[in-house]
């Protein structure tokens, strides 16, 4: 809770996007900066929420130091921030598709009946683990998210998951059990990514500032008539973040800023790039001491 309240305070780039949130989605900024915390963190208005706490602190950032980035990438939900900064989605329609596909990753399977976790090892002794499993007819099971070299995140079916983590254990690598609302990024999202489609299809996509890495494909793009396509596909489809990186440094790309709450990304981006050039962006004084 209180996401970006000092970024809205001392920057009017910061205040206005909390502003447009509130007046696109009335009652998030009350939710973001007082809570209920169990509120905050449903899916539905976490997603607006991170979307709105990211580009405030990208705006305020880029209206102080009058800089703007080469390429963008987000992690999931931070698709849609990222497309926000490069000009190819305007906030308020990034709002509201996120509240949506938040509404619809969460229906779409049953509280329970999914699960996610973390693995530690080979990412390709996890797909083959997956492959395994889902051809045995144990049920749905994929990696979702490439995070790091040897940290993959799986999703699916919970006894899917869970068979998938003993075989995993039993190879000898580390399968943790995650806290999640839903199992996202996999098969078992279809039903999100039908009901988000026509939201999607129905969008104005602007021209990029510049290149946008998406998900699915780990490619910096910068077609609006794919946009659609790839949010879709990235419901349903894994997060490839370590060739994400990979791909951005392969471009020359050797600082990367995160902007909004947390440092999970940058933590990320050093075990996959240890010798990157890495900072932060999330508050009122990391804007004003941000120095290149």
């Given at each position: 809770?209180?996401?970006?309240?000092?970024?809205?305070?001392?920057?009017?780039?910061?205040?206005?996007?909390?502003?447009?949130?509130?007046?696109?989605?009335?009652?998030?900024?009350?939710?973001?900066?007082?809570?209920?915390?169990?509120?905050?963190?449903?899916?539905?208005?976490?997603?607006?929420?991170?979307?709105?706490?990211?580009?405030?602190?990208?705006?305020?950032?880029?209206?102080?130091?009058?800089?703007?980035?080469?390429?963008?990438?987000?992690?999931?939900?931070?698709?849609?921030?990222?497309?926000?900064?490069?000009?190819?989605?305007?906030?308020?329609?990034?709002?509201?598709?996120?509240?949506?596909?938040?509404?619809?990753?969460?229906?779409?399977?049953?509280?329970?009946?999914?699960?996610?976790?973390?693995?530690?090892?080979?990412?390709?002794?996890?797909?083959?683990?997956?492959?395994?499993?889902?051809?045995?007819?144990?049920?749905?099971?994929?990696?979702?998210?490439?995070?790091?070299?040897?940290?993959?995140?799986?999703?699916?079916?919970?006894?899917?998951?869970?068979?998938?983590?003993?075989?995993?254990?039993?190879?000898?690598?580390?399968?943790?059990?995650?806290?999640?609302?839903?199992?996202?990024?996999?098969?078992?999202?279809?039903?999100?990514?039908?009901?988000?489609?026509?939201?999607?299809?129905?969008?104005?996509?602007?021209?990029?500032?510049?290149?946008?890495?998406?998900?699915?494909?780990?490619?910096?793009?910068?077609?609006?008539?794919?946009?659609?396509?790839?949010?879709?596909?990235?419901?349903?489809?894994?997060?490839?973040?370590v060739e994400s990186v990979q791909a951005l440094a392969a471009q020359g790309v050797d600082t990367f800023i995160e902007f909004g709450p947390g440092t999970v990304l940058t933590g990320l981006v050093k075990r996959i790039l240890p010798d990157a050039r890495t900072l932060n962006v999330g508050t009122a004084q990391q804007v004003r001491d941000f120095a290149l």
């Amino acid at each position: 809770m209180g996401m970006g309240a000092d970024l809205a305070a001392a920057f009017p780039e910061a205040g206005a996007v909390y502003a447009q949130a509130e007046t696109t989605l009335p009652g998030l900024r009350a939710l973001i900066e007082t809570g209920p915390l169990e509120d905050l963190t449903l899916t539905a208005n976490q997603q607006p929420a991170l979307v709105a706490a990211s580009v405030a602190a990208y705006r305020a950032w880029q209206a102080h130091t009058g800089l703007r980035p080469d390429y963008a990438a987000g992690h999931s939900l931070g698709e849609y921030s990222a497309l926000v900064a490069a000009g190819v989605l305007d906030l308020g329609t990034a709002l509201r598709l996120t509240r949506l596909r938040g509404e619809l990753m969460q229906a779409a399977v049953p509280v329970g009946a999914g699960a996610m976790s973390a693995v530690m090892g080979d990412p390709a002794a996890v797909r083959e683990v997956c492959a395994a499993i889902q051809a045995a007819g144990q049920g749905a099971v994929q990696p979702a998210n490439f995070n790091a070299p040897t940290q993959t995140v799986i999703s699916g079916d919970k006894a899917a998951v869970e068979a998938a983590g003993a075989e995993l254990k039993a190879r000898g690598l580390k399968a943790i059990p995650l806290k999640v609302s839903a199992p996202f990024h996999c098969a078992l999202m279809e039903g999100a990514a039908e009901g988000l489609t026509p939201a999607l299809e129905a969008t104005t996509y602007g021209p990029y500032a510049f290149p946008v890495v998406a998900n699915v494909t780990a490619e910096a793009g910068a077609d609006p008539a794919r946009t659609a396509e790839l949010l879709r596909a990235q419901i349903t489809g894994s997060v490839r973040w370590v060739e994400s990186v990979q791909a951005l440094a392969a471009q020359g790309v050797d600082t990367f800023i995160e902007f909004g709450p947390g440092t999970v990304l940058t933590g990320l981006v050093k075990r996959i790039l240890p010798d990157a050039r890495t900072l932060n962006v999330g508050t009122a004084q990391q804007v004003r001491d941000f120095a290149l």
